[in-house]
């Protein structure tokens, strides 16, 4: 496939493993988010600096499901040094004794 606009090969998901039914290296997606930011600031427009999406991966959770087994957030930032001022590393074990087991006011 070839994109008229530039001439050159349009990007393509591709899997990053075999297997990978959910195509993992996304090269269009990045593609499409700098166009997006190009375009606007061609046409005189406020750019975005930060874009969210969700992606579906994984199996259903259950029959009927919308909700999949890896769906998350990812969230791509133009310029972080501007708008990140703080993040949170989410904990990978959790001490149960350090957990309260009912909410106190």
Known sequence: MSSALIGEPMPENTSAFSGDHDLLLRSLDCAVINFLHSYRLRASKTAFDT???????????????????????????????????????????????????????
């Open 51 to 105: 874009i969210r999406c969700p992606y579906f991966e994984g199996t259903s959770l259950y029959p009927g499901a919308k909700i999949a087994a890896r769906t998350h957030v990812q969230w791509c930032v133009k310029n972080p040094q501007e708008s990140v001022y703080a993040y949170f590393r989410p904990r990978i074990k959790v001490d149960q004794e350090a957990v309260p087991t009912t909410l106190v006011n």
